[in-house]
């Protein structure tokens, strides 16, 4: 019953700025803690941020923190990640996740999945 649509990738210059929206299917959402993941090729998928129901608590990758900013608007139940100060070696698909649980559940093994949005930063 849980659907989740990722928009917002594309291709950036190193250093700049990038939004990705992720929009939900139902009502469940408010009460879902969100995150996204990102693989890029040949690498294993990992764990970027992650946000729990209210918006009070966040979690995020060493690799972004001060760069990424995750965030949540549960009356649109859509979840955003911003990116700044973009790098070549963020390059990746990014997925946003959903979870019933709680963050840790999250960033271990979400529930629901999205389908991805291509990221790329040129140098």
């Known amino acids: 019953q849980v659907q989740l649509v990722e928009s917002g990738g594309g291709l950036v210059q190193a250093g700049g700025s990038l939004r990705l929206s992720c929009a939900t299917s139902?009502?469940?959402?408010?009460?879902?803690?969100m995150g996204w993941f990102r693989q890029a090729p040949g690498k294993e998928r990992e764990f970027v941020a992650a946000i729990n129901w209210s918006g009070g608590s966040t979690d995020y990758a060493d690799s972004v923190k001060g760069r990424f900013t995750i965030s949540r608007h549960n009356a649109k139940n859509t979840v955003y990640l911003q990116m700044n100060s973009l790098k070549p070696e963020d390059t990746a698909v990014y997925y946003c996740a959903a979870d019933p649980g709680t963050i840790v559940v999250l960033t271990t093994a979400p529930g629901y999945w999205g389908q991805g949005t291509q990221v790329t930063v040129s140098s």
């Open positions: 139902g009502r469940t959402f408010s009460s879902y803690a």
